[in-house]
């Protein structure tokens, strides 16, 4: 079993920064690729981004060039550096561990985090 947890979520105005973190924990390897997703009112859970064991980046087109994903494999954390905030990036933001990359498709691991809100005003 894993268990993530994020933090880091609140209230940000455009053009504003917000940084979200996501703490791993129970049966991790370092190997596996973790990663974020959101799901803004009344739409469907979107990836943002992913980040392989080494610095490999995915990251979704609508935030390319304002966001960043790393990740401490010492302390199991992965981090979500979020620039340059527009309103339509408003939602409840997801950790995700296990997602698996092939050259086609990226699809979500079995792990999910609680969720934390992202609210950016105009």
């Known amino acids: 079993q894993v268990q993530l947890v994020e933090s880091g979520g609140g209230l940000a105005e455009a053009g504003g920064s917000l940084r979200l973190a996501c703490v791993a924990s129970?049966?991790?390897?370092?190997?596996?690729?973790m990663g974020w997703y959101r799901q803004a009112p009344g739409k469907q859970r979107e990836f943002v981004a992913t980040?392989?064991?080494?610095?490999?980046?995915h990251y979704a087109e609508s935030v390319k060039g304002r966001f960043a994903i790393s990740r401490d494999n010492v302390k199991n954390t992965v981090y979500l550096q979020m620039n340059s905030l527009k309103p339509e990036d408003t939602a409840v933001y997801y950790c995700?561990?296990?997602?698996?990359?092939?050259?086609?498709?990226?699809?979500?691991?079995?792990?999910w985090g609680q969720g934390t809100q992202v609210t950016v005003s105009s």
């Open positions: 995700n561990y296990g997602l698996v990359i092939t050259e086609t498709r990226i699809r979500s691991g079995a792990y």
């Open positions: 980040i392989t064991s080494g610095t490999t980046t």
């Open positions: 129970g049966s991790i390897l370092s190997i596996n690729a």
